[in-house]
Every structure is written in C-alpha cells, then in structure tokens.
C-alpha cells in the first residue's frame, strides 16, 4: 500500500516538474531579453515595454510606452504562435520595428520562452 501512495505521488510530481521546468528553462532564455524588457511585479517600461499579460493582448498597447508606426499598425494580438514567429524574425514579422533583437530561431528556446512569458498576467503575477 505505501508503495502504491508513493508511487501516486512520484507520478504527480514527476508531470508538474516538467511543466515548471519549461517555464524555469524560459526564465534562462529570458536573460536575452533582459537588457529591453521587464516583466513580473512592478515591471516597468524599460527600452521596450513591459511584458505582462502578453497573452491576448495588442501590439503596441502598453500605456506611456513609445512604440513605431510599424508595432502599432501591425495589428497583431500575441499568443503562442505569433510570439513564436515574432521572435525567430522580429523584423522579418514587423518590418520597421524598432526592436533591434536579432532573433532567436532555436524552437525549444522560444517555447520555453512563451511558458515563462505568457505565464504572467497583467499585474505581472504568475497565473493560477
Ligand atoms: C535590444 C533591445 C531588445 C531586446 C534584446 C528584446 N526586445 Fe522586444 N522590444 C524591444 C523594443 C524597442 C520593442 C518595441 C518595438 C516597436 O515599437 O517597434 C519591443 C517589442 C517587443 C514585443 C511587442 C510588445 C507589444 O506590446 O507589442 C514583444 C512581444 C517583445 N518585444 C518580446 C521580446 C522578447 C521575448 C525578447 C527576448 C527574446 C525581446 N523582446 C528582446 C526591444 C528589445
């Protein structure tokens, strides 16, 4: 019996492990962005806008941050599979954007990169 309750258990922890564990690698990744971008509690605007409730939200709509013509216009709304595009290529998906980053084309990297990020609401606190 005992066996049993801590094999059960072995089994919910080993399934939550690799969940947080996306998001923990996304959080290494996330350095890359670092030197521009703020997210969590209290993220601000830095030299591009805080990331808080990426999911679902306009391009371009943080309050009191200064975006291009070409990020306001771009009409896009971010989720999975347009952040994933937007970061392999930033400005092969939006020519004139003013986000200098190069890119990131390694496909595990930007999904965990998105387990970390849309992971926050926001208030930049981590979603039940
Ligand atoms: C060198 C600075 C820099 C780096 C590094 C950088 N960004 Fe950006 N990012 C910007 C700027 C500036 C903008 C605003 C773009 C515009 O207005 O054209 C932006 C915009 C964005 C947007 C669009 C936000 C919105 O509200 O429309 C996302 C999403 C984003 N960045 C994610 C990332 C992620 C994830 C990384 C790391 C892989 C990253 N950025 C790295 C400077 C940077």
Redesign the pocket.
């Known amino acids: 019996m005992r066996t049993l309750i801590v094999a059960a258990m072995l089994i919910g922890v080993s399934s939550g492990v690799a969940l947080a564990q996306d998001a923990a690698k996304g959080a290494s990744?996330?350095k890359?962005?670092m030197?521009?971008?703020n997210i969590g509690p209290g993220a601000t605007n830095k030299?591009?806008?805080e990331?808080n409730g990426?999911d679902g939200?306009?391009?371009?709509?943080?309050p009191g941050?200064?975006?291009?013509e070409?990020?306001?216009k771009?009409g896009?709304v971010?989720n999975k599979e347009m952040?994933e595009k937007?970061?392999n290529d930033?400005r092969g998906v939006?020519p004139?954007?003013?986000?200098?980053?190069a890119g990131?084309q390694n496909k595990h990297e930007v999904e965990d990169?998105w387990a970390y990020?849309s992971q926050f609401d926001a208030s930049g606190n981590v979603k039940k």
Do not use: E, Q
């Open positions: 990744v996330f890359k962005c030197p521009c971008h030299i591009g806008p990331l990426l939200r306009h391009s371009g709509s943080v941050y200064a975006y291009s070409a990020n306001k771009s896009i971010w952040f937007y970061i930033p939006v004139g954007t003013k986000m200098t980053f990131d990169l990020v």
